[in-house]
T-cell receptor
Framework: AAGVIQSPRHLIKEKRETATLKCYPI?????VYWYQQGPGQDPQFLIS???????DKGSIPDRFSAQQFSDYHSELNMSSLELGDSALYFC???????????????FGPGTRLLVL | AQKVTQAQTEISVVEKEDVTLDCVYE???????LFWYKQPPSGELVFLIR??????QNEISGRYSWNFQKSTSSFNFTITASQVVDSAVYFC????????????FGTGTSLTVIP
């Protein structure tokens, strides 16, 4: 079965640079989520999109932005990178459907970002 | 507020032993969902099980079983006859309505199965 695809899998950037992470959800999934997992920590929710509209917002820094495109893939744009942004970034997708329907989130393999 | 507590930071068991991972949650949502995910050393998050708040029936799926008790706000996960490949960090997660679909994760329990 098709899974969530994330690219790149590894990324090394310098401080103050920008980075763009891409996520391709499972086909027919309508919701995409972004999470950040620091070393030894649990994943923290950043932002989500349902049918290309932002649906929920978590602890996403103002330096970060995201969007979901017409083909349902999503991109997380990170600017003015800081050392503390070094983390594993997960994308997850689900088939949420109706507003009250909670479906299981399936996670991609993650993008490991290292900021030097 | 949504909160998930996994009091066990690290657990070590010998292969073939049974092991139970504890999860306690807090939520004000009337409808909520509980999940267990596994994160092996390779880093991906693998979905294991899910439970809805309106369904307290406990089940067994292969070597996995879970015990969901609303009265104590607990959602414990048991692996029977543990194997070395079970070594991973296990996360309990919570989501609900109307709070939102985002997951609130516990801090994880690192399980080591010793051959």
């Amino acid at each position: 079965a098709a899974g969530v695809i994330q690219s790149p899998r590894h990324l090394i950037k310098e401080k103050r640079e920008t980075a763009t992470l891409k996520c391709y959800p499972i086909p027919r999934h309508d919701t995409v989520y972004w999470y950040q997992q620091g070393p030894g920590q649990d994943p923290q929710f950043l932002i989500s999109f349902y049918e290309k509209m932002q649906s929920d917002k978590g602890s996403i820094p103002d330096r970060f932005s995201a969007q979901q495109f017409s083909d349902y893939h999503s991109e997380l744009n990170m600017s003015s990178l800081e050392l503390g942004d070094s983390a594993l970034y997960f994308c997850a997708s689900s088939n949420t459907g109706l507003a009250d329907k909670q479906e299981t989130q399936y996670f991609g393999p993650g993008t490991r970002l290292l900021v030097l | 507020a949504q909160k998930v507590t996994q009091a066990q930071t690290e657990i070590s068991v010998v292969e073939k032993e049974d092991v139970t991972l504890d999860c306690v949650y807090e939520t004000r949502d009337t409808t909520y969902y509980l999940f267990w995910y596994k994160q092996p050393p390779s880093g991906e998050l693998v979905f294991l099980i899910r439970r809805n708040s309106f369904d307290e029936q406990n089940e067994i799926s292969g070597r996995y079983s879970w015990n969901f008790q609303k009265s104590t706000s607990s959602f414990n996960f048991t692996i029977t006859a543990s194997q070395v490949v079970d070594s991973a960090v296990y996360f309990c997660a919570l989501s609900g309505r109307p709070t939102g679909n985002q997951f609130y994760f516990g801090t994880g329990t690192s399980l080591t199965v010793i051959p």
